[in-house]
């Protein structure tokens, strides 16, 4: 069973859309969540961090489930320049090595005018 | 700001020649990270260095070999290319207890013939 599973998508929305992300992920000692961005053929950059009472970044929102193990970004009034694709991420700790980022395949974004 | 800086950016490899990809961190990061990505697949460790002096295996090592040069530089090398091998590099640091943010650089695009 994969660490992180996403919906790869395609999603493709009008510009002025709403749009919503799903991820769920399989380690209970999880313990960071993370929305990364990647733009075609570059590296991941951070969006947003995810902590447990959710949280809002202008038009992004993103909110955890801990007892469901799942994580959700919302994009409000989508701009072209949303057009990428969102990486789910989480964090592990183990202890006294150390810990370990693991990603979802991604959810690809197309915002059209 | 350089952040992470990888190079080469592009390179083509015959069946059992070697390369060694670069990467440096000028942000004073005590941990670095290979990753690789492939189409359809969320980034995978390949190894880590928790601090200078030390690396570890991450995910999928076989076939790779790494060296911890200084506090700022990660090397990653393949003696024996293959195919399989042909994927996308990342480079990573992460500062000291945070090791659940990570900053990439743009990235090795190799091919394996």
């Known amino acids: 069973r994969k660490e992180v599973e996403q919906d790869p998508g395609p999603f493709n929305v009008p510009e002025g859309a709403t749009v919503a992300f799903n991820c769920t992920y399989s380690?209970?000692?999880?313990?960071?969540f993370f929305w990364y961005r990647q733009d075609c053929r570059k590296e991941p950059k951070l969006l947003m961090s995810?902590?447990?009472s959710g949280n809002e970044d202008g038009r992004f929102t993103a909110q955890l489930n801990r007892a469901s193990q799942y994580i959700s970004l919302l994009i409000r009034d989508s701009k072209l320049s949303d057009s990428a694709t969102y990486l789910c991420?989480?964090?592990?700790?183990?202890?006294?090595?150390?810990?370990?980022?693991?990603f979802g395949r991604g959810t690809q974004l197309t915002v059209w005018p | 700001n350089a952040g992470v800086t990888q190079t080469p950016k592009f390179q083509v490899l015959k069946t059992g020649q070697s390369m060694t990809l670069q990467c440096a961190q000028d942000?004073?990061?005590?941990?670095m990270y290979w990753y690789r990505q492939d189409p359809g697949m969320g980034l995978r460790l390949i190894y880590y260095?928790?601090?200078?002096?030390?690396?570890d295996k991450g995910e999928v090592p076989n076939g790779y070999n790494v060296s911890r040069l200084n506090k700022r530089e990660f090397s990653l090398r393949l003696e024996s290319a293959a195919p399989s091998q042909t994927s996308v590099y990342f480079c990573a640091s992460s500062d000291w207890g945070r090791e659940d943010i990570q900053y990439f650089g743009a990235g090795t695009r190799l091919s394996v013939l």
């Open positions: 995810v902590y447990s």
């Open positions: 260095s928790a601090s200078e002096g030390t690396t």
């Open positions: 942000m004073n990061h005590n941990s």
């Open positions: 991420v989480v964090y592990v700790d183990r202890g006294s090595t150390l810990g370990r980022l693991y």
């Open positions: 380690n209970s000692a999880s313990q960071s």
